[in-house]
Each structure stands twice: as structure tokens, then as C-alpha cells.
């Protein structure tokens, strides 16, 4: 994730920096000491910003005018020494609202939500031309689906696998499989999904059991629950 920081003083921009620097998941895009700063960074930038922790009371523009006029991709947070402003800051949609002086653990808890609620973002936007987007390192990449052999669930994740890469997203395998960008995999067991075109050869294991091997070589079993749906898509092919 990306975050741009925003406040007139000094002090406090050095102190979301050493607060921030442990997080190796996240980059400092930029910083700016008033809104208008802001503002024209996030222009001149505008793939370089996931979110923005911003302060309220600041020369000229107020963060809540800068709020008001950021791109609607753009997340906010707004960090602040006044309390009043608040329900003003969650009508602008903003992520979360830091009083200071606020302490290292909850600058983590709210860049903990921008990153849950980036992540739903980036849902809302596929498909994007057979790409499905994944947050990695902090950056968003678009990632061709035509490229990937397989996804497997993992936990609360899904793998997206290629032949020599692999993505995490943050989704489940169903959920994955219901979206229209998915509609050329076939599921193949409870917690895999390929892509049919990927697969080089059906091979019986014996029983009634039988694997795929794909294109790189690595197997997938095939699911005798899953068969009959798999034997529709190759038919289909």
C-alpha cells in the first residue's frame, strides 16, 4: 500500500515516519505540509496513492476540503488533535479518524482497515480487460488471467498460480469463481480451480481416481465430485 502524508508540521510527519517504518508491506509515496501540496502530488501522481493520512487544521485548505476533492480511489484517514470534526470526516467516506497523540499500535489498527478496505476496493473494480488485480508489496498489479494455471484456496486467501509465479488476493475460492472475470477456470476439487487450456494431460491414478498435469508440469488431483464438470468444460472447449 501507498500512503501519501499530510501535516503542516514537522514534528508530526516525523513521527508517522518512525511509525511507519517497520512495515515493510508499506511505502511512503510522498509527503505534503498543506492541502494544495496534497492535492497537486496526488495529480502529478495518480497510480502512486492508495491512501492518505491526513490532518485537519492546516493553512488554506482544511483536510476535509482536500478529503472532499481527492479522487474517489484515493483512501483517507485523517489524523487530528480535534475531536469535533469527526462526523464530518466519516461523511466524506474516510477510513478512520486518529486523535492525537496517538500511539504506534493504533497508527497499526488503522492501517491495518485502509489495507482491509483497499483490498475491497480493488474487488469492486475487477474485471479489468482479463486481469484480475492483487495488492503485492503494497503496490496493486494487474495480474493476466490468461497466464495462470490454477488458483487453490488458503485459508482466507486464494493462490493464484502461473508457472513460475504465485499471488495471493485476499477472497475465497467461491467468491473468486462467481466473479465474471473467472469464467474460463473449472473447478477441479473443493479447494482448486484451473484453467482448462493450461491443463496438458488427464492421467488415471488408479480406483476411479485420476490427476491433471499442467502446462509447467505440477499436478492437480481431479476430484471425482468435481469430474462430470470437468468433463462438460473439455467438451465445451
Same mark, same amino acid.
Given at each position: 500500500m ?11 510527519l516525523a513521527?508517522?515516519?518512525r511509525?511507519?517504518a ?8 510522498g509527503e505534503?505540509a ?7 502530488f496526488v ?5 502512486? @496513492? ?13 483536510g ?8 474517489p480511489?484515493v483512501?483517507?484517514a485523517?489524523?487530528?488533535a480535534?475531536?469535533?470534526h469527526?462526523?464530518q470526516?466519516f ?8 486523535l ?10 488503522? @492501517?491495518a482497515r485502509?489495507r482491509e ?8 473494480l475487477?474485471p479489468v ?7 503485492d508489496?503494497?503496490? @496493486? ?10 488458483v ?7 493462490e ?8 495471493l488476493?485476499r ?9 465474471p472475470?473467472a ?5 477441479v476439487?473443493r ?5 482448462p487450456?493450461r @491443463? ?10 485420476a490427476?491433471?498435469r ?9 476430484s ?14
Amino acid at each position: 500500500m501507498n500512503l501519501l502524508l499530510v501535516d503542516d508540521e514537522a514534528p508530526a510527519l516525523a513521527k508517522l515516519r518512525r511509525f511507519l517504518a517497520d512495515d515493510a508491506k508499506l511505502r511512503v509515496a510522498g509527503e505534503a505540509a498543506d492541502g494544495d501540496a496534497a492535492l497537486a502530488f496526488v495529480a502529478a501522481h495518480p497510480e502512486a @496513492v492508495d491512501a492518505v493520512l491526513l490532518d485537519i487544521q492546516m493553512p488554506g485548505r482544511s483536510g476535509l476540503e482536500v478529503a472532499a476533492a481527492l479522487p474517489p480511489h484515493v483512501l483517507v484517514a485523517f489524523t487530528t488533535a480535534f475531536d469535533e470534526h469527526a462526523v464530518q470526516a466519516f461523511e466524506l467516506n474516510a477510513v478512520d479518524y486518529l486523535l492525537k497523540p496517538f500511539t504506534r499500535e493504533r497508527l497499526a489498527a488503522c @492501517v491495518a482497515r485502509l489495507r482491509e478496505r483497499l483490498a475491497t476496493a480493488l474487488h469492486a473494480l475487477q474485471p479489468v480487460a482479463d486481469h484480475w488485480l492483487v495488492t503485492d508489496r503494497g503496490e @496493486v498489479r494487474r495480474v493476466p488471467l490468461a497466464e495462470i494455471e490454477c488458483v487453490s484456496a488458503a485459508d482466507n486467501y486464494i493462490e493464484l498460480r502461473s508457472a513460475t509465479s504465485t499471488w495471493l488476493d485476499r477472497t475465497t475460492l467461491a467468491a473468486f469463481l462467481a466473479h465474471p472475470a473467472a469464467g474460463r477456470f473449472v473447478r477441479v476439487h473443493r479447494s482448486c480451480a484451473v484453467q482448462p487450456s493450461r @491443463v496438458a494431460a488427464l492421467e488415471p491414478l488408479g480406483s476411479g481416481d485420476a490427476q491433471l498435469r499442467l502446462a509447467s508440469g505440477r499436478c492437480i488431483r481431479l476430484s471425482r465430485r468435481y469430474r462430470d464438470e470437468w468433463l462438460a468444460a473439455l467438451s465445451g472447449r
